[in-house]
T-cell receptor, first 114, second 112 residues
Framework: DAGVIQSPRHEVTEMGQEVTLRCKPI?????LFWYRQTMMRGLELLIY????????DSGMPEDRFSAKMPNASFSTLKIQPSEPRDSAVYFC????????????FGPGTRLLVL | GENVEQHPSTLSVQEGDSAVIKCTYS??????FPWYKQELGKRPQLIID?????GEKKDQRIAVTLNKTAKHFSLHITETQPEDSAVYFC???????????FGKGTKLTVNP
């Protein structure tokens, strides 16, 4: 199994630009989670999906952030427009069953907004 | 909502010593408590978890204890080795939810 796949692994962009992060969950997993990790705020849940449907987006910081899951094998997290304070490592994770099940993290996307 | 506090933020031990990391949570309905290890520049990976119907769980040199009355749980690593050096995160799953709320992490350094 290839595990959770994320792309790109690194992204450097300028303030105001649109950023799109991509995630492919483990095949057969029906839950997908997006997290943001910073030194100040730690590991924060942004949004999660079950069977491609968003369940809880209460962690999405503001309207500049949006996430979609058009099918069971692909999800995107978009930031438009990006700001320097969005600089962080963004992780995608997936699990089979969700409740009390292990979440498997992808390698992360390190985003730097200049 | 759930709030998870983790202590200490940094911990330095000598190889062979034990290390203990403690977490408290606020939501009494939380019932699943995993621990993740994150090496520098890598992804978090589950090392052990415990559910609310169990008070203690052990896996080789790693053990986790849970006190639901006091709403705290702890990670114990015995006979530490340099490869145990990493950041450790505790988490709690609010009752009936698939979400995880993470603590801020503990940077463990094992000195040879």
């Amino acid at each position: 199994d290839a595990g959770v796949i994320q792309s790109p692994r690194h992204e450097v962009t300028e303030m105001g630009q649109e950023v799109t992060l991509r995630c492919k969950p483990i095949s057969g997993h029906d839950y997908l989670f997006w997290y943001r990790q910073t030194m100040m705020r730690g590991l924060e849940l942004l949004i999660y999906f079950n069977n491609n449907v968003p369940i809880d987006d209460s962690g999405m910081p503001e309207d500049r952030f949006s996430a979609k899951m058009p099918n069971a094998s692909f999800s995107t997290l978009k930031i438009q427009p990006s700001e320097p304070r969005d600089s962080a490592v963004y992780f995608c994770a997936s699990s089979a069953g969700g409740y009390q099940e292990t979440q498997y993290f992808g390698p992360g996307t390190r985003l730097l907004v200049l | 909502g759930e709030n998870v506090e983790q202590h200490p933020s940094t911990l330095s031990v000598q190889e062979g010593d034990s290390a203990v990391i403690k977490c408290t949570y606020s939501d009494s309905a939380s019932n699943y408590f995993p621990w993740y290890k994150q090496e520098l520049g890598k992804r978090p990976q589950l090392i052990i978890d415990i559910r609310s119907n169990v008070g203690e769980k052990k896996d080789q040199r790693i053990a986790v204890t849970l006190n639901k009355t006091a709403k705290h749980f702890s990670l114990h690593i015995t006979e530490t080795q340099p490869e145990d050096s990493a950041v450790y995160f505790c988490a709690a799953s609010p009752g009936g939810s698939e979400k995880l709320v993470f603590g801020k992490g503990t940077k463990l350094t094992v000195n040879p």
